[in-house]
T-cell receptor
Framework: AQKVTQAQTEISVVEKEDVTLDCVYE???????LFWYKQPPSGELVFLIR??????QNEISGRYSWNFQKSTSSFNFTITASQVVDSAVYFC?????????????FGGGTRVLVKP | DAGVTQSPTHLIKTRGQQVTLRCSPK?????VSWYQQALGQGPQFIFQ???????QRGNFPDRFSGHQFPNYSSELNVNALLLGDSALYLC????????????FGQGTRLTVV
């Protein structure tokens, strides 16, 4: 069975501060995808990034960056120079590549509050 | 291009009643998954439909059932509602052949009283 843990339940920062969200996962499989989703108050889960287990390169997209480390089973997410619009709940998730279908196992989420 | 659409957006039901939630997948997607998200928690996988059949199922009782139609749209049915079934129900669609990431709808907020 797979498990995703997001130890931080809520983070509060002032606008322009950086914020890092932690994600630790457990799986016995060697081939999997990791994801980050953003959930604004509207409720819809917005896809942010997908990484496969073979690619440990860090990635940067605008103010977002991701640090994937298989050695520690972590896939952390950093928002640089946070803005009020970044306020949302962020979920880390995992799915197995070889299994039929793409069932997502989610962490409990981290609520980010960016104050002006 | 319409994304994933769900109906209704909000619903209030009485304990013991039955409810049907609906989902239309994103254009080009053939796989539909349903998730239950209790307040303050992450989404939990209920089941997935592909080619009109249930392909995977999470740890949910048989009171939860579903259906997928030839046009790939899907329904989630919950019988004998319990207060604990109150949650946001999310539908996600994806393309099995292309192994794309899942796209989510805005969900149906179900309140059982």
């Amino acid at each position: 069975a797979q498990k995703v843990t997001q130890a931080q339940t809520e983070i509060s920062v002032v606008e322009k501060e950086d914020v890092t969200l932690d994600c630790v996962y457990e799986t016995r499989d060697t081939t999997y995808y990791l994801f980050w989703y953003k959930q604004p108050p509207s409720g819809e889960l917005v896809f942010l990034i997908r990484r496969n287990s073979f690619d440990e390169q860090n990635e940067i997209s605008g103010r977002y960056s991701w640090n994937f480390q298989k050695s520690t089973s972590s896939f952390n997410f950093t928002i640089t120079a946070s803005q009020v619009v970044d306020s949302a709940v962020y979920f880390c998730a995992l799915t197995l590549i070889k299994a039929a279908g793409n069932k997502l196992t989610f962490g409990g989420g981290t609520r980010v509050l960016v104050k002006p | 291009d319409a994304g994933v659409t769900q109906s209704p957006t909000h619903l209030i039901k009485t304990r013991g009643q039955q409810v049907t939630l609906r989902c239309s997948p994103k254009s080009g997607h053939d796989t539909v998954s349903w998730y239950q998200q209790a307040l303050g928690q992450g989404p939990q996988f209920i089941f997935q439909y592909y080619e009109e059949e249930e392909r995977q199922r999470g740890n949910f009782p048989d009171r939860f059932s579903g259906h997928q139609f030839p046009n790939y749209s899907s329904e989630l049915n919950v019988n004998a509602l319990l207060l604990g079934d109150s949650a946001l129900y999310l539908c996600a669609s994806s393309s099995d052949a292309q192994e794309t990431e899942a796209f989510f709808g805005q969900g149906t907020r179900l309140t059982v009283v």
